[in-house]
């Protein structure tokens, strides 16, 4: 009997962020559904790492954290890194030598913003770009430029190593016409492993808090969700980040908790693309409005989908902000998230086939 072919997934699976740990452990899950003897690729970096440590205890820079918060955050991080041990990994490898890594059969390259030239830390990192793999094939799942901005375009130098690729998919539009400029090849949109495969949603009408999810929220945002919450006497529950503007703060939630708080929430308020993700595969009534950094990612989530009528800016109006607080996702989101899983499973049909 023919063995299964070996795939490794190369992501940020490290990350201490709720979204990034859910997208490599969905992704891994989907394909060894598929049958495909699966593992994340381990690369490891100290620089990276004491990056990643230091904005969990200091998430909001360059507001410092508050000194009765910090064990919180430091308990927080210690439940994902108690998670990211139980992951299937490859044997680890630096991320500078990827040559150093276990050969596959082939690479997944993404999901998240594996490509952006602008992140804090890995920027730059050539191996996400497919450099020294050792690997019959090299794919993308998914992959996002971030807040690179297509206006600024690929540098050549990134382009030539994405020719390495034997299938792109992109999970943006943003992402897309990067590669279109670079490549003249139209790579196909895709969804982010967690609504690729995700569990069934919950009922759309179950109780509890309204759950943010996010930080760094503009000033009048924070007061129309306030006021919104006072009309219907619900709480506001600010999770893995305070939020001084919500009625309790729950910092130290672990990756599951806070799987488990999505899918209980009586509504999700979120600036994060995760955010948007998680309210709209759990059903429930979401309110959104994207930050500087994530802008891109929510705006392209939202047009893909459908999903418009869940943004929110400064005009407005207050009654609009209270009627996103109980009204779930549309059927028409869902149809587009259904005809979106049904291309994801044949991009990746003929990708790793």
């Known amino acids: 009997m023919a ?9 940020f699976h490290r990350c201490i962020n709720y979204g990034s740990y859910w997208q490599a452990r969905r992704l891994v899950e989907g394909l060894r559904a598929r049958g495909l003897d699966t ?87 050539s191996v996400f770009f497919g450099d020294g793999l050792r ?91 306030r006021a919104a919450a006072e009309r219907h006497g619900v709480r506001l529950l600010s999770i893995g980040y305070r939020n001084d503007w919500a009625d309790d703060q729950w910092l130290d939630a672990g990756p599951d908790e806070f799987a488990q708080a999505m899918a209980g929430a009586h509504a999700v308020v979120t600036n994060f693309f995760h955010g948007c993700v998680f309210g709209l595969i759990n059903g429930k009534p979401l309110l959104a409005t994207p930050s500087a950094y994530r802008r891109n990612k929510v705006l392209a989530l939202a047009q893909t989908l459908g999903a418009e009528r869940h943004l929110a800016g400064e005009a407005t109006a207050a009654e609009r902000y209270a009627e996103l607080l109980v009204e779930p996702p549309d059927r028409g989101v869902q149809a587009r998230l259904a005809a979106l899983r049904r291309a994801s499973d044949a991009y990746l049909d003929h990708a790793l086939a």
């Open 39 to 125: 593992v994340l690729m381990d690369h490891q970096s100290g620089r990276v790492d004491r990056a990643e440590w230091k904005c969990a205890l200091n998430p909001l820079l360059p507001a410092r954290t508050r000194r009765d918060d910090l064990p919180a955050y430091a308990r927080k991080a210690r439940k994902f890194f108690r998670r990211f041990a139980e992951l299937p990994l490859s044997p680890a490898f630096p991320l500078e030598s990827p040559a150093d890594a276990e050969a596959f059969d082939i690479v997944v390259v993404g999901s998240d913003e594996v490509w952006n030239l602008r992140h804090p830390w890995y920027a730059g990192a």
């Open 135 to 225: 690997a019959e094939r090299v794919v993308s799942y998914a992959a996002s430029f971030g807040n690179h901005d297509a206006a600024d375009q690929l540098d050549g130098y990134w382009a030539e190593k994405l020719k390495r690729f034997s299938a792109i998919a992109v999970r943006d539009e943003n992402s897309r016409r990067l590669v279109q400029d670079a490549l003249q090849l139209d790579p196909p949109l895709v969804l982010d492993p967690c609504l690729q495969f995700a569990p069934a949603a919950a009922d759309a009408s179950a109780g509890g808090s309204v759950l943010i999810y996010g930080h760094s929220f503009e000033p009048w945002f924070a007061a129309a969700v």
């Open 3 to 11: 063995h299964p072919r070996r795939v490794g997934v190369l992501t």
